[in-house]
């Protein structure tokens, strides 16, 4: 597979818009490429694992991806990986993550949403424990948005 995507990049406070090369079946290769001519690239299992790679080489140069994918609180679910990882799902803390979460990896997402690799660690380990609450089981709320928000489609 060989695909191109536009991603928006802040440099230097200013946004723009540069490229992403992704070659492979997995093991996925992504190349970032500026109008530039600034490059990095990264090889991982899936595209999630290697896009994170990107953002540790691309952090200490001041660039920050504003992508899903960059997002703190996205990570993709196992069969997800297992496939790529080309949808990643939204996590919340108050609430489980359905279809409806769902968003493309190389999608648009603000910078005020986007965080470092770290933090988006520190957020999933938090997410993990929340999940153990056992105020989630017995919290009526959970299971109707569980039951109800199931049924629909992902945010294109």
Known sequence: MNDRFDVRVQVCGEEAQWQILVEGDGPWHLRL???????????????????????????????ILCCNGARVDVRPSGFSASHGAWMIYVLHMWRPSTVRDL???????????????????????????NRKNLLNFINPVWWVYFLTASRGRPKW
Do not use: C, M, N
């Open 103 to 129: 968003v493309p990896i190389f999608g648009y997402a603000p910078p005020s949403k986007v965080g470092s690799v770290e933090e988006q660690d520190a957020y999933w380990e938090r997410h993990l424990q």
């Open 33 to 63: 490429k500026s109008p530039d001519g600034i490059e990095a690239a990264a090889i991982g299992d899936d595209a999630f694992e290697a896009l994170r790679s990107i953002r540790e080489e691309l952090t200490p140069r001041g660039i």
